[in-house]
């Protein structure tokens, strides 16, 4: 009875390469879902605060403009996170390429001496997928450096609506018969706006121990 060879066995570079890519992969899709529902929920609270301006009037004149900024910072949220996304994607390819790579190297390396003599294209094989490799590489080093420019430009959009929550809740401070709802709206906004920042923040400290 013929038996198939043994699979062989990944490296410890090639295994340590896979865990981060998993882990990347695990936190960016946990990352993207809970993102989305914490944006849909800032610009409910954002719609929510415009509706409670044109209800009261006047009277809410001044926090009409907090409002319309509310609005525009969830519009930006949005934008900038739809920047993030595109810029995870071409990271992820490539550490699956690069996985792939290693893996290919491996399989040949592994290869038994007398078979390896009996092909002679074998050598530059290897060379060509570490060449290879090391293009990968620079690609991942690239990825990286765009991946960290739109999570700062992420970052900044949120520290600005931080800034507009603030103001909010002051302006809320200094209503009359509205206060009650204003100071609720702005507290919603706030609560949101720092899940967020949080989420973000977890997100940049789990990427930045893999990125290149």
Do not use: C
Not at 61 to 85: C, K
Not at 161 to 182: F, H, P, T
């Amino acid at each position: 009875m013929s038996t198939s060879p043994a699979p062989s066995q990944a490296s410890p570079a090639q295994e340590r390469l896979r865990r981060s890519f998993l882990g990347v992969a695990d936190a960016t899709f946990a990352f993207q879902a809970r993102l989305q529902r914490r944006l849909r929920e800032i610009d409910r609270k954002a719609l929510n605060a415009q509706v409670l301006v044109k209800r009261h009037g006047k009277e809410l004149a001044g926090y009409g403009v907090v409002a319309q900024s509310f609005r525009e910072g969830a519009q930006q949220l949005q934008s900038t996170a739809g920047e993030v996304q595109r810029a995870i994607h071409p990271l992820l390819l490539a550490f699956m390429q690069t996985l792939r790579d290693d893996s290919q190297v491996d399989k040949l390396q592994a290869l038994p001496a007398a078979v390896r003599e009996r092909a002679p294209g074998l050598q530059q094989t290897l060379r060509r997928l570490r060449a290879e490799r090391q293009a990968r590489d620079e690609q991942s080093r690239h990825a990286g450096i765009r991946l960290r420019q739109a999570l700062a430009r992420f970052e900044a959009v949120v520290a600005e609506l931080e800034y507009v929550v603030v103001n909010g809740r002051i302006e809320a401070a200094l209503k009359g018969d509205a206060r009650a709802q204003l100071a609720q709206v702005s507290a919603d906004m706030d609560n949101a706006v720092t899940q967020v920042r949080d989420l973000l923040r977890q997100y940049v400290e789990h990427i930045e121990k893999v990125l290149p």
